[in-house]
């Protein structure tokens, strides 16, 4: 219970929580944490879930915008927040499209590959910022609808 009242942890065990079922969600972190420390030898594992947060949180997202009959995804620069929850997000389904046998060891698997810059969180953050990069010449639309309001 170490990390009981550590903001970042509460807002994953929100995050991850089915149904509003935060005691099994607590539990999935609690052992995947456990796991973390005897069988890797992770001497924090909430400091492993802070820098793994922050990897796989992206610095820009996309907007949706109807230009002219069509749907532009328009890239726009992301503050710290939103990237802590797009990271939040995107920790969550990297961990649940795994393949090992219980929540805990897909947490804690995917939780080690952020470590090295991989796995499926990372992914998705680098599609995201593909997705970004390749409609960088649609920005101007985003500053124009703006102004018209």
Known sequence: MMFSR??????????????????????????????????YGVANPVECLRQGLKECSP???????????RTLNIPVPCDERQGRKKGLIFLREG???????TAAERLCKELLALQKMEGNSINMRDNLHRLAESNRAFVHFLSRAKSRR
């Open 6 to 39: 550590d903001p970042v942890v509460l807002k994953f065990i929100k995050k991850i929580s089915v149904h509003n079922d935060e005691v099994a969600a607590r539990k999935v972190v609690q052992e995947a944490f456990f796991m973390l420390k005897t069988k």
């Open 59 to 69: 610095a820009v997202l996309t907007k949706r915008r109807v230009v002219a009959g």
């Open 95 to 101: 961990f649940r499209e795994r393949r090992e046998s």
